[in-house]
């Protein structure tokens, strides 16, 4: 596998606002190439605080499902991981603590700026890795499966990356099934969360991702796409009642 490259000097000048507002501040969910740079540049404006307020809003319950991905990856140490939408790369520290060999990739230059991990830095987009074939052992990825635009192709490029007998697991948001805990989630998801991002990072970000959970399929059909793009023992396992979930496979 060739090295990582690295994050480049710098970057082309975007247009962070449409009339006014942030391109992500939009009642309707944008799709196609409109989502792709609502994503980047969203989280380039997010970056600097990105930490700070996960751990906040999520009563660093973050930092245990992190753990939990990386325990489920059950490969063995000196492993080869790609950490994709790896954002400040909490997830690549969790792997080198487990002994692995992760590499860090995301679309996001401020993201990738604000990495301490250590951990080899490369910007790209995840649903075109620029990996060869069966190259790597494993692949995680932490909360980004609904920013995607296509994700049964991000499934089919897991499947072209990962070698036979590699695993992957993939973190996201979830939609608890009782009732009285899905009432709870919502309310907090939907109103406090953009409350907290509101106050201390930027508001329109934090109202984004709520409703970016209506981007995600139900279990059945992402795991179903993943035994499409060649994974096999897949499952879906909801966490912390529900309000996350956490996607396992292993390469056929």
């Given at each position: 596998m060739p090295e990582p490259t690295s994050i480049p000097e710098h970057e082309q000048e975007r247009e962070h606002e449409r009339d006014g507002r942030a391109v992500w501040d939009t009642d309707a969910l944008p799709e196609g190439d409109e989502k792709v740079r609502a994503v980047r540049e969203m989280f380039d404006t997010i970056a600097p605080r990105y930490d700070m307020v996960n751990r906040i809003m999520t009563?660093?319950?973050?930092?245990?499902?992190?753990?939990?991905a990386v325990r489920d990856l059950r490969l063995p140490s000196g492993s080869r991981v790609l950490d994709l939408a790896s954002g400040t790369g909490d997830l690549c520290v969790d792997l080198t603590r487990a002994g692995h060999r992760p590499i860090s990739i995301d679309l996001s230059f401020g993201m990738l700026a604000a990495d301490r991990s250590?951990?080899?830095?490369v910007q790209?987009?995840?649903?075109r890795l620029p990996v060869p074939d069966g190259a790597v052992d494993g692949v995680t990825c932490g909360f980004a499966l609904r920013n995607l635009v296509e994700l049964p192709a991000f499934f089919d490029e897991?499947?072209?990356v990962v070698r036979s007998g590699g695993r992957i697991a993939l973190l996201d948001v979830g939609v608890p099934r009782n009732r009285v805990v899905r009432w709870g989630n919502g309310i907090y998801f939907?109103?406090?969360v953009p409350r907290i991002g509101g106050w201390l990072s930027d508001p329109a970000a934090y109202r984004y991702l709520p409703k970016s959970v209506a981007y995600l399929p139900e279990p059945?059909?992402?795991l179903g796409l993943l035994r499409?793009?060649?994974f096999v023992d897949v499952e879906h396992r909801p966490?912390?009642?529900g309000i996350t979930q956490l996607l396992t496979g292993t390469r056929g």
């Open positions: 009563l660093r319950l973050d930092v245990r499902w992190r753990r939990r250590g951990a080899p830095l790209a987009d995840i649903l897991l499947g072209r939907g109103k406090v059945p059909e992402m499409s793009a060649g966490l912390s009642g």
